[in-house]
């Protein structure tokens, strides 16, 4: 078998332009929510300033819980879709394809036969969402585990399955 | 198979060396502080041998309750004072078993026996200590354990005393003392000042003489400082030129050492079950890496050594040496030298045929931006607040910083071919790797913001025990190189990796 990366470019592209598919749109909203409690602090800090300062005179009233607040809706509310638009996987036989990532984008493949173990994982939020994590696990030291988000949680039982059974039928 | 054993009576008594020589520093802290009057000397002495009866007594007790058996499946140990832990370690799990006497138990022919199974942060059975001859034999059962397992095919009994002959395998690559000295001489390290610095530190917090006080410090220098100054200009350059031909020396000598203690009887040989390395001067180590648990070559090189041709061959493997993430297997040698140890790992050098592929050039403009900017920032306050003409030093550090990252473009590239993939990088020392395709865990494709726009990307692949990554790569061709990688991996089990180079473990090299 002829394995020199020039050998069949237009084939091996497909692999790569292949569709992504997208993740539980529960996902976005479970960023949100994860958010949204990130946020909290951030603006308990402002409201304490903004009372702190309000007497001084030095800025006008509002203009702190106001910009903090800016930013939190803007996190809150664009940036999860963004994240969500910009995650994909690609799942075939012998292979999971994960690409993430809005400025820094990363596109990772992972063959089955080279997982280790896996993990399905469900937070507090992903429960409430009914979505889960599956996490593949390499001997590598770079990617030693590639997570991926925003599974329903049926699928990504069903996948955590296949992947092993992969595993099992190559290790036999 | 045997019952549980206990390690060599002697440890005790190193076991109780051991906490004395902890508690010296604390009682000599004592001994030269004011605690306890007059009467110090006396707390001092107590404390040193209430130490030495405690750690004495500890140590007895620990090594009456530490025994090991070697079972038929795996090897167990029980250990522990107050709370016991027993742990089992089977012998497909074992990759290496390496053998280390410091200066104090090799006084007493005896050795410490590690097994190592790759479980992280130290996470690995050993038993200190055992005498050297139950050394090398529990290494030898484990070695014919794991064959066992994987060549029941060899007739066992005639095969067993001629593989024990050719254990002593062909020397690949050793280190005379001439070597060492000329090793040592790059190995410049002015580390000594350092220790001497922590040392007086050290000497600071026990006496009363106050290192840090600058005026006492300043009253020697005026006194020294008059003396120099009435030798005149000409005896204060010699006398600067001494001090630092002195500092050269200092280094140089100090590396000379370093490396005789290290790399004392370097010795590298290929024997059937691997590659076993011997070296140290007062600790001695001795650590065999089976071929097929090699993952990748680094080979490096430093920026003085290089111009003489010197480079540094390192192992990838699961296994840790030392703190290193890799072995090192040939620390000084010519690249004839490496070539022979590369094809016994079974790895090929890169050669004419090899077809390089460069880093994009639109990385390469970016790169030199990226490090020029700072420099070109720091052009403009310096202009307008410095004197004049001071605005040129930030400004040839830019011309420099540009220069250098062109001239770097030259050297970073990568090849692949059917097994094998080639990385190097680096200006004035490159660097490169060597990973077999196979061996490979996953592929990563990484674009920041700029990359993204400007279609080049770094490659990121997964490899046990190291890093590979190739930076600058265009876009297109890193597709090709992972669906190329990919196709290679995703064909062979993971499980079956050991399998496929063991049954060819000299096909790969010929």
């Known amino acids: 078998m002829d394995l020199t990366p020039d050998n069949t ?68 509310i664009r940036i999860p879709s963004r994240r969500y638009n910009a995650r994909g996987y690609q799942i075939s036989a012998d292979r999971l394809r994960v690409v993430r990532g809005l400025l820094f984008r990363s596109d990772t493949v992972v063959p089955f036969s080279r997982v280790q173990h896996i993990d399905v994982e469900q937070g507090p939020i992903e429960r409430f969402f009914g979505i889960a994590t599956l996490t593949l696990h390499t001997a590598g030291n770079h990617n030693a585990s590639v997570t991926l988000p925003g599974l329903g949680e049926p699928l990504a039982r069903e996948m955590r399955e296949d992947i092993r059974a992969h595993i099992r039928r190559e290790s036999l | 198979m045997s019952g549980p054993q206990r390690t060599a009576p002697v440890s005790v008594v190193l076991g109780a060396i051991g906490s004395v020589r902890s508690a010296i520093f604390p009682a000599l802290a004592i001994a030269f502080s004011g605690i306890g009057g007059s009467s110090r000397l006396l707390v001092a002495i107590g404390v040193g041998i209430a130490a030495a009866v405690i750690g004495t007594a500890v140590s007895y007790i620990g090594w009456r309750r530490l025994t090991y058996t070697i079972g038929e499946a795996d090897i167990r140990l029980e250990s522990g004072i107050l709370s016991r832990s027993a742990r089992s370690v089977p012998y497909e799990r074992i990759q290496d078993v390496s053998l280390e006497a410091k200066l104090l138990p090799r006084l007493f022919g005896l050795v410490s026996v590690k097994f190592e199974t790759g479980a992280g942060a130290g996470e690995d059975l050993a038993l200190q200590y055992l005498s050297t001859a139950e050394g090398e034999r529990l290494r030898q059962l484990v070695r014919e354990r794991r064959d066992e397992d994987q060549a029941a095919v060899a007739p066992a009994d005639p095969a067993a005393p001629e593989r024990r002959e050719a254990a002593e395998g062909e020397v690949l690559f050793a280190m005379g003392p001439r070597r060492l000295i000329n090793f040592g001489l790059f190995e410049f390290s002015l580390a000594v000042f350092a220790v001497l610095g922590g040392l007086l530190q050290y000497v600071d917090n026990v006496t009363k003489i106050d290192i840090w006080n600058v005026d006492l410090w300043r009253s020697w220098l005026e006194e020294q400082g008059s003396f120099v100054a009435s030798l005149g200009a000409y005896a204060q350059v010699a006398g600067a030129i001494a001090g630092l031909f002195g500092l050269i020396v200092v280094g140089m000598a100090s590396g000379i050492i370093r490396t005789f203690l290290r790399d004392w009887g370097f010795t590298l040989t290929r024997s059937p079950r691997g590659f076993r390395r011997q070296r140290g001067l007062f600790t001695r180590t001795d650590v065999v890496m089976p071929v097929h648990r090699v993952q990748a070559l680094v080979i490096g090189t430093g920026l003085m050594r290089y111009r003489f041709g010197w480079h540094a061959l390192n192992f990838v493997s699961l296994a840790q040496d030392d703190k290193n993430e890799s072995h090192v297997v040939a620390p000084f040698a010519t690249m004839d030298e490496i070539a022979p ?95 077999t395709r196979l061996k490979l865990h996953s592929v990563e494709i990484a674009q920041g913001p700029i990359a993204r726009r400007r279609g080049y990307a770094t490659v990121h692949l997964g490899l046990a025990g190291g890093t590979f990554a190739m930076h600058g790569v265009p876009l297109a061709a890193a597709r090709d190189l992972r669906a190329g990688v990919i196709e290679t991996i995703a064909a062979t089990d993971y499980s079956q990796l050991d399998q496929a180079r063991d049954s060819v473990p000299d096909g790969v090299a010929a």
């Open chain 1, 9 to 76: 470019p237009a084939e091996r592209r497909d692999l790569d332009d292949g569709a992504l598919t997208r993740l539980h749109p529960n996902y976005a909203h479970s960023l949100r929510v994860q958010t949204t409690l990130m946020a909290i602090p951030f603006l308990a800090g402002a409201l304490v300033l903004e009372a702190a300062l309000r007497d001084e005179g030095l800025v006008p009233t509002g203009v702190i819980i106001g910009a903090v607040m800016l930013v939190a809706l803007v996190l809150i």
């Open chain 2, 341 to 435: 140890i590369v094809a016994a790992a079974g790895f090929r050098l890169p050669d004419t045929q090899t077809r390089w592929h460069r880093a994009s050039k639109l990385h390469r403009t970016d790169k030199a931006i990226a490090d020029s900017l700072p420099f070109v920032l720091a052009v403009i306050p310096t202009a307008i607040f410095a004197p004049f003409g001071f605005a040129l030093i930030p400004l040839g550090l830019a011309v420099l910083a540009v220069g250098a990252n062109l001239y770097a473009w030259e050297f970073r590239r990568h090849a692949i071919d059917a097994t094998q993939i080639f990385e190097s990088h680096g200006l004035l020392s490159p660097t490169s790797q060597i990973a």
